[in-house]
């Protein structure tokens, strides 16, 4: 059981824009602690979307984008393309574990 | 460009310890600015931070695994470490390291943030006899 709630799963087609959510608590996203949202595709090494809430790292194209709303915090995707099929994973600091923690999760599918 | 790779025995007993060693390229791991960190994605779950250590050798490790884990790091190669004591078939995983980025965040100045900026690809380790 992942401490930060997200989706199993979403979908959109070639062009549209998804949204991934990511739940916390009055502990992590809550307690003002920034989010960072990371995307996983096979064969290649995780890499960083969005750090801080909202900021992307050079490189990462402005279909990303991500916002945080209390104990909240989600990711948008535009202009859907079939490369960013895969996985996607919000995470942030627990001031009540004292840890660093992670979403269980999104996958992407590409329609 | 900094990147990491991962090495180590793809399959390890039950009982014994795991030792995972991560090589740095295209940069120094001695870095102020970053820890080092060791974070596992089990089958079918998500990712799980198991602790991370700066160049000097400080380091925290997550509370659930605090009794098991130890990192280092040898800065004359370049390189860290992770070991693994008494693994079980819930310790099969893949394995990635990775860069970590610490700063202390504008709202709150109380807060740290870390955010992992830089991974190694992963590798897998099997547990089984």
């Known amino acids: 059981q992942s401490v930060l709630t997200q989706p199993p799963s979403v979908s959109g087609a070639t062009g549209q824009r998804v949204t991934i959510g990511c739940t916390g608590s009055g502990f992590n996203i809550g307690a003002g602690h920034d989010v960072h949202w990371y995307q996983l595709l096979p064969e290649t090494a995780p890499k960083l979307l969005i750090f801080n809430s909202n900021n992307r790292p050079s490189g990462v194209p402005d279909r990303f984008s991500a916002s945080k709303s209390g104990a909240s915090a989600s990711l948008a995707i535009t202009g859907l393309q079939a490369e960013d099929e895969g996985d996607y994973y919000c995470q942030s600091y627990d001031s009540g574990l004292n840890a660093l923690v992670f979403g269980g999760g999104t996958k992407l599918t590409v329609l | 460009q900094v990147q990491l790779r991962e090495s180590g025995p793809g399959l390890v007993k039950p009982s014994q310890t795991l030792s995972l060693t991560c090589s740095v390229s295209?940069?120094?791991?001695?870095?102020?600015?970053?820890?080092w960190t060791w974070i596992r994605q089990s089958p079918g779950t998500g990712l799980e931070w198991m602790g991370y250590?700066?160049?000097?050798?400080?380091?925290y490790y997550h509370p659930s695994l605090k009794s098991r884990v130890t990192m280092s790091v040898d800065t004359s190669k370049d390189q860290f470490s992770l070991s693994l004591a008494s693994v079980t078939a819930a310790d099969r995983a893949l394995y990635f390291c990775?860069?970590?980025?610490?700063?202390?965040?504008?709202?709150?100045?109380?807060?740290?943030?870390?955010?992992?900026?830089?991974w190694g690809r992963g590798t897998t380790v099997t547990v089984s006899s």
């Open positions: 295209g940069g120094s791991i001695i870095s102020p600015d970053h820890y």
């Open positions: 250590i700066d160049y000097k050798g400080s380091n």
């Open positions: 990775a860069r970590v980025f610490r700063g202390r965040s504008r709202v709150n100045p109380y807060h740290y943030f870390y955010y992992m900026d830089v």
